[in-house]
């Protein structure tokens, strides 16, 4: 069945540096996927989108890398910030027409002052 | 714009008891969505609502109902809460397929 999820529960960095979080998805044809960031005590925000017929899209300090070949997907965060600390979480849109997302688990980033 | 509300932001039940979660939102979306976020874990969706007049379940319905009672409102209801209810509930909406809009959450604690 559909699944996603991630490699690393939890990711610390120096403030500064650079991130990168990383999620694996088990079905082929899904066609849209989404990078999710979620505070303490807050809901989920959107950050990014890519379609499957894109291998990267960038935004600002973001950057979202498809690999469809080993069906993986990374969010890059340039220079990390403490306001970076959060939940993120990839989700890949369902293969009906309902728009339904399906969540991976999440990765905590954690930025080091 | 207010986005998405949800009320309440916490409650507390004790096991049978019954109550309805409001989520409402302001962006004219025509899709709605109730999820639910257990500790350390990803959403889960319980129903959905791809436009006003419909609803359909989602990965985890049961236990749940739903009432999509005008394109801004979509509530949930617990009929005879559980322990295994206790989670935080989400409530979303959406114009597109992508970009759901997420409330602030309900904290829901089933004694």
């Known amino acids: 069945g559909e699944s996603v999820g991630l490699h690393l529960p939890t990711l610390s960095v120096q403030e500064g540096d650079n991130s990168i979080i990383n999620c694996a998805y088990s079905?082929?044809?899904?066609?849209?996927f989404i990078w999710y960031k979620q505070e303490s005590g807050k809901g989920p925000q959107f950050i990014i989108d890519i379609r499957s017929n894109m291998d990267k899209r960038q935004g600002q300090r973001v950057t979202v890398l498809l690999n469809k070949t080993v069906k993986h997907l990374s969010l890059q965060i340039a220079a990390t910030q403490p306001g970076d600390s959060a939940v993120y979480f990839c989700a890949e849109i369902g293969m009906d027409s309902s728009y339904k997302l399906i969540f991976g688990s999440g990765t905590r980033l954690l930025v080091r002052p | 714009n207010a986005g998405v509300t949800q009320t309440p932001k916490f409650q507390v039940l004790k096991t049978g008891q019954s109550m309805t979660l409001q989520c409402a939102q302001d962006m004219n979306h025509n899709s709605m969505y109730w999820y639910r976020q257990d500790p350390g874990m990803g959403l889960r969706l319980i129903y959905y609502?791809?436009?006003?007049?419909?609803?359909d379940k989602g990965e985890v319905p049961n236990g749940y109902n739903v009432s999509r009672l005008n394109k801004r409102e979509f509530s949930l209801r617990l009929e005879s809460a559980a322990p295994s209810q206790t989670s935080v509930y989400f409530c979303?909406?959406?114009?597109?397929?992508?970009?759901?809009?997420f409330g602030p959450g309900t904290r829901l604690t089933v004694t």
């Open positions: 609502s791809a436009s006003e007049g419909t609803t």
């Open positions: 979303a909406s959406s114009e597109l397929a992508a970009e759901q809009y």
């Open positions: 079905n082929s044809a899904s066609d849209y």
